[in-house]
């Protein structure tokens, strides 16, 4: 499974992928507008930094818009995903940039439905918001397992972006539920690899050797 960092924040992008983790990012308008920075200059400068796909999402509401959006958004970089949201203009824009050869991401996705819907219309990456399910009180993670069996049953090589992550949890079950992809913000991203057990037995093997040391002099 991949890991995509979702986060506009380009210093905590840097950190992060010096550890050779971070294979994509994911942005959204919320995620941008934190920012306070101009939305291209944010974009080109994710793009110099992370080899893997950026996702940048347009803001039109109608096709026409979001495919005139959308192709500018192609040319700051060719690694620019363009991200739509799961509605029925949404999914005109995907079929025609599909077509154009420009990669999209559907955002959105809360029904194995609407998965399916943007898997035929060319998205080259679905996002379901497994977090957001898990708030009205819905598995979040048995739409991603879900969504794959589809996928694989009838060859989509639409990829699956389990979004909406909120814990360790989630990423450990997106990762068992075979989503392609985990989006994950920054702090939690940060917290992946840390462990109470870990923490007490390096403190206890530091102990144990000074220990030795101690008694060897």
């Given at each position: 499974?991949?890991?995509?960092?979702?986060?506009?924040?380009?210093?905590?992008?840097?950190?992060?992928?010096?550890?050779?983790?971070?294979?994509?990012?994911?942005?959204?308008?919320?995620?941008?507008?934190?920012?306070?920075?101009?939305?291209?200059?944010?974009?080109?400068?994710?793009?110099?930094?992370?080899?893997?796909?950026?996702?940048?999402?347009?803001?039109?509401?109608?096709?026409?818009?979001?495919?005139?959006?959308?192709?500018?958004?192609?040319?700051?970089?060719?690694?620019?995903?363009?991200?739509?949201?799961?509605?029925?203009?949404?999914?005109?824009?995907?079929?025609?940039?599909?077509?154009?050869?420009?990669?999209?991401?559907?955002?959105?996705?809360?029904?194995?439905?609407?998965?399916?819907?943007?898997?035929?219309?060319?998205?080259?990456?679905?996002?379901?918001?497994?977090?957001?399910?898990?708030?009205?009180?819905?598995d979040g993670m048995e739409l991603v397992s879900k969504l794959r069996q589809v996928f694989d049953r009838y060859g989509f090589e639409t990829q699956i972006i389990a979004a909406s992550i909120r814990n360790r949890e989630h990423v450990e079950k997106?990762?068992?539920?075979?989503?392609?992809?985990?989006?994950?913000?920054?702090?939690?991203?940060?917290?992946?690899?840390?462990?109470?057990?870990?923490?007490?037995?390096?403190?206890?093997?530091?102990?144990?050797?000074?220990?030795?040391?101690?008694?060897?002099?």
């Amino acid at each position: 499974m991949r890991f995509f960092l979702d986060t506009a924040d380009v210093d905590a992008i840097k950190k992060i992928n010096e550890l050779g983790l971070v294979d994509g990012v994911t942005t959204n308008p919320t995620i941008i507008s934190r920012e306070g920075r101009d939305f291209e200059e944010v974009i080109r400068e994710i793009s110099q930094i992370v080899a893997g796909p950026i996702s940048a999402e347009v803001t039109a509401l109608n096709p026409q818009d979001m495919i005139k959006e959308a192709e500018k958004m192609s040319k700051w970089s060719d690694n620019v995903v363009i991200k739509l949201p799961m509605t029925e203009s949404g999914l005109q824009a995907t079929r025609f940039l599909h077509q154009e050869g420009i990669k999209t991401n559907v955002t959105l996705v809360f029904s194995v439905s609407q998965g399916l819907m943007a898997a035929k219309s060319g998205a080259t990456f679905v996002s379901p918001f497994v977090g957001r399910l898990d708030d009205i009180g819905v598995d979040g993670m048995e739409l991603v397992s879900k969504l794959r069996q589809v996928f694989d049953r009838y060859g989509f090589e639409t990829q699956i972006i389990a979004a909406s992550i909120r814990n360790r949890e989630h990423v450990e079950k997106a990762a068992l539920n075979g989503a392609h992809i985990a989006t994950i913000p920054p702090q939690l991203f940060e917290n992946l690899w840390s462990h109470p057990l870990t923490d007490q037995g390096i403190i206890r093997f530091a102990e144990d050797w000074k220990k030795f040391e101690k008694n060897r002099g």
